[in-house]
DNA sequence: GCCGTTTTCGGCCCGACTGTTTTCAGTCG
C-alpha cells in the first residue's frame, strides 16, 4: 500500500504536469493543496480511500478520489502517464530551477525543442536562449546561474538545516540587534518562530529608531560573512555557516503586521486571508483594509492582527493550516503545554552504555534544572555500538540507584533501560530483569530495513510486552539525513492506546520523535505521551524544549503528558504502575 | 479541482521583484 509521503509525491507530479500542460492555475493550486493534506495526514491515505472516506479530507475531492482509486488499484494514475509522455522528467526538473517556472520551462521546450537540462545548457551556451520570446540576455544569464547551482548541489533541491542548529544563530543575532540603542522591537518570525524541524533561513523583524544602524550591526557581527541589499528597510546576511538571514526594519505601527505575515506559515496565512475576505476584510503585511470602509489598520502589536479580525492570538507553533483557525473561531485552542509543565525527564544516558556523564552527575542535572524525578535508561544488552550494559551491570546500577535515592531528598532516580526491540519484537532482557526496572522504554536501533507489515508487527509485539513502559523515538527518522522506516503509526498508536503503553516524543533535536502530526494523533486516541531529552550528557537535557516545542505543535496539553505529572502519579501511569499500585 | 452564513456555479490571498514588456507576465515567499 502506497505511503502518505508517496502519494503526496505523486499528487505534486501530476500538479507539475498539469501546470506544463497550462491548466488553470487553480487545478493545479488543488493538487498541491492535496498534496499537503496528504503529507499532514496521521492516517493513511489509501486506508481512507479503501474505505469510501477519503474525500473527508479537506482538498480532497470526487475527482482526486478516483484517482486515487486508480493509483492503489494499478500503481500509477492514468492522466500522469499520459503527460509524462507529453512531458519528459527533464522538463520538469526545469520547472525546479529557481526563478523557473512552469511557462518559462515551456515557452523553451516548445521553442527549442528541448527536454534536458544538459541539452539547455547547451543551447544557453550558444546564446540560442536569449532569442526566445520573453527571454533576453539577462534570461539566459539568470538560466546558467541557476543550471550551474543546480549541478553543484548534485541536483539536490536547496538543503534545509535542522533547527537546532539555525535557532541559536537567530538569537545571537536578535540579542545582538537587541543590545543596540537604536533598536526598539527584535523578533525572530518565519518557521524558527514556529519551531519547526528545520528551517530554510532566519527571517528577525525590528523596529528601530535609526534602521541603518542596525543594519550595521548585524553586518558587523562576527559570525555575519556578508550582507547583500542592505537599505533603509533591512538587509540579508550570510554567516559564515551558511545561514541566510533576512533582516527587516519596519514602522513601528506596523510591527504586528509584518511579523504576523513573515511568521507565516504560508498555509495559515492563505486560509486566514481566504476566511476573512468572506468578511470584506484583506490582510497583507501592511495592514487590513476593509472593504466597507476602506481604510487600511496598521497594528503594532500581533495580538491586535488578530483581534481585529475578530480572532484571539494563535500560538506561531499552531500556524501549520491543520485547523487553527477553526479552533480559534470557536474559541476552542488548546492550552499548549510548556517547558514550565516538565517535572521529570525519563530518558537519558551515562557513562555506563555511551554517555559522557556519570549517573550522579546526571542526577545533579536533572535536579538543577528543578526536576523531581529522572529515569537512568542506558542501552541495553545488545547495543551493539560497544556500550552495551550487561544483565550483571544492570542489577549492579539498580542497587547502586537504590543507595543513591536512600541519600535524596525530594527527588527520586528510577532504574530503567532503554532495551532494543529485536527484529522479532522481543527485548533484550530476561523478563525477571525487566520486571525489577522502574521502568523499561523499548526502542528499534537495528534492522530498519523491514517491510511495513513485519515492523509494524515488531513494534506491536514489544507494545504487548508486559513490562514494556514506553517506546522510544518511534519512527527512527532523522531530520533532514534519514526517513522514517516503513512503519504503520495508526496500528502503533491503536495499540499503545489499547494497553497503556506510552509513546515518547524523543527531544533530540535531529530527531523530534514521534513528530508533530503522529503526535497529534496519538494523543487524540488516548495514548500517554511522554516528552523525553534522551540526553547523552548533563547540558543535553536541555534539549527537552525541542520535544516540548513538538508537543506544542501537536496541539498538547501538559494534562495530555506523562511526564509534567508529579512522582506518585505518574509512577500510577505505567503499565507496570498499574497492573499494582505498589513502588519500590 | 475544491467548496459553500454569496451553496451545486462562480468564485478561489497578497504584494514584491525581475526582466521584459510599451502595460505586464512569471515567479517567489
Known amino acids: 500500500m502506497k505511503t502518505n509521503a508517496e502519494i503526496a509525491a505523486a499528487l505534486d507530479e501530476l500538479g507539475d504536469l498539469y501546470e506544463l500542460d497550462g491548466a488553470v492555475s487553480y487545478r493545479v493550486i488543488a493538487y498541491r ?62 520547472t525546479k530551477l529557481p526563478g523557473f517556472g512552469a511557462k518559462r520551462a515551456r515557452q523553451l521546450h516548445d521553442a527549442l525543442g528541448v527536454d534536458t537540462l544538459e ?13 526566445v520570446k520573453g527571454f533576453g540576455p539577462k ?69 528601530a529608531s535609526d534602521a541603518k544602524a542596525l543594519v550595521d550591526t548585524l553586518a558587523g557581527l562576527e559570525i555575519v560573512e556578508s550582507v547583500s541589499q542592505s537599505g533603509e528597510a533591512g538587509a540579508r546576511a550570510v554567516t559564515h555557516s551558511g545561514m541566510k538571514v533576512d533582516l527587516k526594519v519596519v514602522a513601528p505601527d506596523q510591527f504586528g503586521n509584518v511579523l504576523q505575515h513573515f511568521t507565516g506559515s504560508k498555509a495559515h496565512n492563505v486560509q486566514l486571508r481566504e476566511a476573512m475576505v468572506r468578511r470584506g476584510l484583506h490582510i497583507s503585511e501592511y495592514g487590513v483594509l476593509d472593504d466597507e470602509t476602506g481604510e487600511t489598520t496598521r497594528c503594532a502589536t500581533e495580538e491586535e492582527v488578530y483581534e481585529r479580525l475578530g480572532l484571539p492570538w494563535i500560538p506561531p507553533e499552531l500556524r501549520e493550516g491543520r485547523g487553527e483557525l477553526d479552533a480559534a473561531l470557536k474559541g476552542e485552542l488548546p492550552q499548549l503545554i510548556t517547558l514550565d509543565d516538565m517535572r521529570g525527564d525519563l530518558h537519558c544516558h551515562t557513562t555506563l552504555s555511551d554517555g559522557r556523564n556519570t549517573l550522579e552527575e546526571m542526577v545533579a542535572a536533572a535536579q538543577a534544572r528543578g526536576y523531581e524525578y529522572l529515569a537512568i ?49 522481543t527485548l533484550d532482557y530476561p523478563d525477571e530483569l525487566l520486571e525489577r526496572l522502574d521502568w523499561v522504554i523499548g526502542s528499534i536501533h537495528t534492522s530498519f530495513g523491514m517491510d511495513e507489515s513485519a515492523m509494524t508487527e515488531r513494534m506491536l509485539t514489544a507494545i504487548n510486552h508486559p513490562w514494556l513502559d514506553a517506546i522510544g523515538h518511534p519512527t527512527g527518522r532523522k531530520i533532514e539525513t534519514r526517513p522514517p522506516y516503513s512503519i504503520d503509526m495508526a496500528r502503533v498508536i491503536e495499540a499503545a492506546a489499547a494497553n497503556g503503553t506510552m509513546i515518547e516524543i524523543n527531544s533530540a533535536p535531529d530527531r523530534r520523535d514521534m513528530n508533530d502530526v503522529y503526535a497529534r494523533a496519538a494523543a487524540a486516541a488516548g495514548v500517554t505521551i511522554l516528552i523525553d531529552s534522551d540526553a547523552h550528557g548533563a ?22 503528558v506523562a511526564n509534567t505529572r508529579p512522582l506518585d502519579e505518574f509512577l500510577q501511569l505505567r503499565k507496570r504502575g498499574r497492573s499494582s499500585s505498589a513502588t519500590t
Open 139 to 207: 534570461g539566459e544569464e539568470n538560466l546558467l546561474k541557476a543550471l550551474a547551482a543546480h549541478e553543484e548541489r548534485g541536483g539536490e533541491p536547496e538543503p534545509r538545516v535542522v533547527l537546532s542548529r539555525a535557532l541559536p544563530i537567530a538569537l545571537e543575532i536578535a540579542e545582538a540587534l537587541r543590545a543596540h540603542p537604536a533598536s526598539d522591537q527584535v523578533e525572530v518570525a518565519g518557521s524558527a518562530r514556529r519551531w519547526g524541524d528545520s528551517v530554510k533561513d532566519i527571517d528577525i523583524i525590528a523596529t
Open 377 to 425: 535508561t542506558d542501552h541495553s544488552a545488545s547495543h551493539g555500538f560497544g556500550n552495551h550494559v550487561t544483565p550483571e551491570q544492570l542489577e549492579a546500577r539498580i542497587d547502586e540507584i537504590a543507595a543513591l535515592n536512600e541519600r535524596l531528598d525530594g527527588f527520586r532516580v528510577l532504574a530503567g533501560t532503554e532495551s532494543n526491540i529485536l527484529p522479532d519484537g
Open 539 to 560: 547540558e543535553t537535557l536541555a534539549n527537552l524544549r525541542y520535544g516540548v516545542a513538538t508537543a506544542r505543535r501537536a496541539w498538547l496539553t501538559a494534562a495530555q
Open 33 to 94: 493543496t492535496a498534496a499537503k493534506a496528504v503529507r499532514d495526514s496521521s492516517v493513511s491515505i489509501m486506508g481512507l480511500t479503501r474505505e469510501g472516506k477519503v474525500t473527508s479530507v479537506p482538498g480532497i475531492g470526487k475527482t482526486l478520489e478516483e484517482k486515487l482509486r486508480a493509483l492503489d488499484e494499478t500503481g500509477d494514475i492514468p492522466s500522469a502517464v499520459k503527460l509524462r509522455a507529453k512531458f519528459p522528467a527533464g522538463l520538469v526538473e526545469m
Open 119 to 131: 541539452g539547455l545548457r547547451a543551447l544557453a551556451e550558444q546564446g540560442e536562449v536569449r532569442k
